[in-house]
């Protein structure tokens, strides 16, 4: 079993940073893949970044913008967002995999980028 819960989020302009956490609980979190999602106002959630033992991945809507990065020892996971735009604004949650695919969620944490 894994508990995840985020933090970080808040109103910020466009062109600032944040940075998200995401805490674990449980004992496998450093042998699991996590990754971070998104979902903006009436939009579908949509995949952000992902970070394994071997490598990380990221979506191109935020490449060169977005950093994913992991802590084991702390059992955390971050994302550190620069140069933010509007279209950034959304619910982001954190997630992990058992197996192949996601399986636990966070709750979220709401993001909203400013004009």
């Known amino acids: 079993q894994v508990q995840l819960v985020e933090s970080g989020g808040g109103l910020v302009q466009a062109g600032g940073s944040l940075r998200l956490s995401c805490a674990a609980s449980?004992?496998?979190?450093?042998?699991?893949?996590v990754g971070w999602f998104r979902q903006p106002p009436g939009e579908e959630r949509e995949f952000v970044a992902e970070?394994?033992?071997?490598?990380?991945s990221i979506a191109d809507s935020v490449k060169g913008r977005f950093t994913i990065s992991r802590d084991n020892a702390k059992n955390t996971m971050y994302l550190q967002m620069n140069s933010l735009k509007p279209e950034d604004t959304a619910v982001y949650y954190c997630?992990?995999?058992?197996?192949?695919?996601?399986?636990?969620w966070g709750q979220g944490t709401q993001v909203t980028v400013s004009s």
């Open positions: 997630a992990a995999k058992a197996g192949t695919e996601y399986f636990y």
């Open positions: 970070i394994s033992r071997t490598g990380r």
């Open positions: 449980g004992r496998t979190f450093a042998s699991r893949v």
